[in-house]
């Protein structure tokens, strides 16, 4: 049988449920799995009607199993009429956090196989009393995950973070040795359950320009990074750094790993996001479920123009078909 998967809405007054839509019509999207929209119904016709979506929308009986249509979890109705593209509300922060929480509720009680969640404004979901710095954080509280890792995949990498949505200002003072062994553990873990990778090998980059130069540009490094880089050595893990960001990527180093762990969020976005934008995944490692997204914003300058590309979203949901079924 075909995997359930569940997509929420993201924010409505950017691209969320434009390519949330596009993608569930699309053919490849369909032989793959069940895919099941979870946010406000007469937002998602709305979308259908003003940029001509063909696909027929039917409220969800689980377990589905007609064929042709589309099924929505209708969540959070009525809120459709504030929708004001490209601009931050309450509604949609409201709308977005009610569809996140609803998905998570279909993973947990295995209703769906994984969700994959469009794009959110942070803004708009605090507007809204959701005071999360972000949707991972968010959907690990309410599966009960106690650990995560925020990773982005393309075809040319993936890269773990060992602080997500953080402050540059606060991410020394966030980083411990301890924190930078779990999110290796868990990395090196998800390489081999979800990525099939037999003999995982991760390397780890530096915090400071020239990975702190043996303490003259920072002591991160050698207090921090290396020691939880020996511990890690010593349980059998194929781990190394740390290693300058810069010349890292520029020389291409990564290739000869199966993955890399970030010390904050733009040192392992840009360059990821630089070689692969329009089909970077956003993969949550270590959840108790499996949760995917497209690996970027919400676009609300393109929002309900009906110009926003869905290769990013055809990836995410791929990638969680294939974590879904067991090897």
């Known amino acids: ?97 009610i569809a996140i929480e609803k998905a998570v509720e279909l993973c947990t009680t295995g209703k769906a196989a994984a969700m994959v969640t469009a794009p959110v404004s942070k803004e708009a979901m605090q507007m809204a009393g959701y005071s999360f710095p972000g949707q991972t954080e968010m959907i690990a509280l309410l599966s009960r995950s106690s650990k995560v890792v925020m990773m982005l995949v393309s075809r040319e990498m993936r890269i773990g973070l060992v602080t997500i949505h953080t402050s540059l200002r606060s991410v020394p003072d966030a980083l411990t040795k301890t924190k930078i062994i779990e999110k290796a553990t868990i990395i090196n873990a998800s390489l081999m359950s979800n990525f099939h990778v037999k003999s995982p090998s991760l390397a780890v980059l530096g915090l400071n320009p020239h990975a702190g130069e043996n303490g003259i540009l920072g002591t991160e490094e050698t207090e921090i990074i290396r020691p939880a880089i020996a511990e890690l050595k010593e349980t059998g893990m194929k781990v ?14 990564y290739e000869s790993f199966d993955a890399v762990l970030a010390m904050y969020h733009d040192q392992g976005l840009i360059p990821v996001k630089m070689g692969s934008f329009g089909t970077t995944v956003n993969f949550s490692a270590g959840l108790n479920i499996i949760r995917t997204s497209p690996g970027h914003g919400t676009a609300f300058d393109i929002a309900g123009k009906g110009k926003a590309e869905i290769a990013s979203m055809l990836e995410a949901i791929k990638y969680a078909v294939s974590f879904a079924k067991k090897p």
Request: proline share 6%; charged share 25%.
């Open 1 to 97: 049988m075909k995997p359930t998967i569940a997509i929420t809405i993201g924010d409505f007054n950017g691209i969320g449920p434009e390519i949330a839509l596009r993608a569930a019509a699309h053919a490849s999207i369909r032989k793959a799995c069940i895919p099941l929209l979870v946010g406000p119904k007469n937002v998602f016709d709305h979308v259908c009607e003003k940029l001509k979506i063909r696909v027929k929308l039917e409220k969800a009986a689980l377990p589905w199993t007609k064929g042709g249509s589309v099924p929505v979890v209708d969540v959070g109705e009525g809120l459709w009429a504030d929708i004001r593209y490209g601009e931050t509300s309450k509604a949609a922060g409201k709308s977005a956090g």
């Open 240 to 253: 190394e750094g740390p290693y300058s960001a810069d010349a890292f990527f520029g020389t291409k180093a």
